[in-house]
């Protein structure tokens, strides 16, 4: 009987004993582990392609006017309303064309002409040709990772060494030139100094970029490095396709670093709380990010004096979306806006679109919460209640996206005012679903129903011709 006794004690003792450790255990492993990449297959380190020895830390620059308006993005997958040039080959204004790279620059905006470019991982040359300018020269650099290759692009470099050249293996750290001395000639000069010096810098998992401009055969001149943009409706992070594509470089790095911890700060669910800024526009043209020309002072509004005029005119492709973070424990966001609706359009068909629509962050389509068109009510104000699931996007920033599209005659223009976006934290709400029809009809008479010359909205500054890209 003592000695069962005895050997239960034991028993207990030793099943306690081992209850304690595996936590111990557990945590000195935690403690041991390298910091968790996001991939698994990191065996290649990455470090930025500028400060590597000087220490700096430069990346995209960002610039405001006065009133607080976003007039430069150098960011990726973004389109910049700084460009002045005009695109021969994609044929459109270079300021709608959307990044594929990002425009790395100094933090403190002195000039980063002859700043020292460095190989962003171990990998081979895989193209310099100083045949072409971009201007400045390009080099591309291949990194083979577990899970198959992915190339780096270095543009508007110049003094590269005669090491590298096509097939050279090159190593992290590793010199590939320096920036080119650039002028600025954007739109805002008066934001900025004579300096444009930078580094274009894209991550992709595609080797050349000769070919991949199916819809654009201009855009495709013979060299590698490709033209350094995509256009509108086709996100970089899906072009040329699925498989072989732009990705953000700055996350890519980062997430190669080796030493990166993912930090990632959600703020908790707030019940009701606001997720876009400036909902009514009286703010002018701040928090959104547009195409231009769209967020207009003493136009058609629902209240106050700014809104948003969508089309307009002929041809019209009009972007205007803001971002914003769904936290975790959100269960769905409410949106809510006004638009009115009036066109040149005689038949009932629809011709002339607006779509309301949510995209990650890099631009990806994910669903299209409303469409309206010039065969929708028009000349009221219609208020577009919905409540959008958000369930499969907790701690992710997404984009609330209007865009407008006109065919070449007949215009119709889209107004959008008072655009509100809320927070859910529990499932209950009587608001519809995404996607239904809820045309809820403003108490406000219709104007003049034989609009004889409807308001053409005026059009922006002409574009300067350039060779690039
Ligand atoms: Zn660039």
Known sequence: MNTLRLILCILILFVTSLLISIPQVALAQLALLPVASPLSDDATIFSPPLGYHNGIKYGPRYTYDNGG?????????????????????????????????????????????????TAVADGIVYDYDTRWSYPGYAVILQHTLPSGNVYSVYMHIENVPSGISNGQPVYRGQKLGTILQQNYDGRYPQYHGTDDSHLHFEMRYFASANGIYSDHPPCNKGDAAGRGYTYPGYPPDTYPNSSQHYTDPTTFVQSHSGSFLPLIMVPPCNQGSTLIMNGNFEQGRVYWIDTGNIILNNVRRHGGSWSAWFGGYNSAYDVMYQVFNVPRGATSVSLTYYVWIETNETSPNAYDYLRVQLRNETGSLLSTIDMLSNASTKGTWLTRPFNINT?????????????????????????????????????????????TESETVATQQVESSNPVTLPRKPTATPATPHPYP
């Open 69 to 117: 308006a976003l007039i430069e993005n150098t960011d990726y997958g973004v389109t910049n309303p700084d460009l002045s040039h005009y695109s021969d080959c994609f044929a459109i204004e270079m300021r709608y064309l959307i990044h594929a790279g990002e425009d790395w620059y100094r933090p403190d905006r002195s000039p980063a002409n002859s700043d020292e470019v």
């Open 391 to 435: 369930s499969q996007y907790l701690g992710q920033y997404l984009r609330l996206s209007f865009e407008a599209t006109t065919d070449a005659t007949m215009f119709t223009s889209f107004y959008i005012d008072d655009v509100s976006l809320t927070l859910n934290c529990s499932g209950a709400n009587s608001l519809p679903q995404e996607g």
